[in-house]
């Protein structure tokens, strides 16, 4: 007996799946709590598998700073190389999305793509805080030098991106040192960047071993990609005006459950598409 469970441990451990080499992740989206919650379950995914790069695919017009952060956060301290590569043409990576390309261990853009804009806004209207206005840009400016200069970009130029609102170009981007490249597609950032020496953030080197290797794409669950849609932050403040009219209705009228069911729903979707509240606390509000 003990000989037949032996050999069936062996044979389940031989027929267990191989780790990707490459493991890539399509962001194609604004910076919001879920997308930030997919990046970091893709990178911890990679290191699981003990993959050779990660491939974080960027297209996003930015988002919330709470969530460009946590992402950031796992990039710098990921055990496996985290490629960002803006593509294909067309696309860009603008205000928190330049954060995130420039926080790479290799970043990379595709002809006729874009990033900078990174000028931080609040939402909402009113008459803005000139004093809080320049605490918040030079606190953002202050965090992307120190990603840069670790990086060993262009931390000056890159400010621009902060303070002047400033957009680059693929070409102008290589050309102030603030990417490492350009390539048309992932295959040709492969052959691009396989056997290159990098440093990443903690001093360490590495050398790149990409060409030959399997590229398995991280989905987003299904949980995730309906949320994606639902906590955009465009519309979380529109979630909010209807969350409180449901309630507001719910209060004057009493008894008839739905606005107040639904504005309650509305509300929190918004407060966790603002960052407000954690993801987990929408599970208990469902």
């Known amino acids: 007996m003990s ?6 441990c062996v044979l389940l451990a031989s027929a267990s799946p191989a780790a990707a080499g490459i493991l890539k992740l399509d962001l ?13 379950q893709g990178i911890t995914q990679a290191e699981t598998e003990q993959a050779k790069a990660v491939i974080l695919r960027l297209s996003t017009p930015g988002g919330l700073d709470p969530s460009m952060r ?3 956060e796992k990039i710098l301290s990921s055990k496996v190389p985290v490629i960002v590569f803006v593509g294909p043409s067309g696309v860009r990576a603008a205000s928190a999305g330049f954060f995130i390309l420039l926080a790479a261990d290799v970043a990379v853009m595709a002809p006729g793509t874009n990033t900078g804009a990174a000028h931080p806004v609040s939402l909402g209207g009113g008459k803005p805080d000139e004093v809080m206005d320049k605490k918040i840009e030079n606190d953002a400016a202050a965090y992307l030098r120190s990603l840069t200069a670790k990086r060993g970009r262009n931390a000056s130029v890159a400010e621009k991106g902060v303070t002047e609102s400033k957009s680059f170009t693929e070409t102008e981007a290589l050309k102030e040192r603030l990417i490492d490249g350009v390539a048309k597609d992932l295959e040709g950032l492969v052959e691009q960047f396989d056997g290159k020496t990098i440093q990443r953030f903690d001093g360490s080197s590495v050398v790149l071993k990409l060409k030959g290797e399997s590229v398995r794409t991280f989905e987003m669950s299904l949980r995730q990609r309906v949320l994606a849609k639902a906590l955009n932050p465009n519309i979380a403040l529109m ?9 507001y209705i719910e209060f004057t009228q ?33």
Do not use: K
């Open 70 to 72: 946590q992402i950031i």
């Open 3 to 8: 000989r037949i469970l032996w050999s069936l």
């Open 28 to 40: 194609d989206d604004v910076i919001h709590p879920i997308t930030a919650e997919y990046v970091v």
């Open 254 to 286: 009493p008894g008839l459950v739905l606005p107040g069911v639904a504005g309650a729903l509305c509300l929190f979707l918004a407060m966790v598409a603002l960052n407000i509240l954690p993801v987990n606390a929408l599970g208990v509000a469902f």
């Open 239 to 247: 979630l909010g005006l209807i969350g409180l009219m449901g309630l």
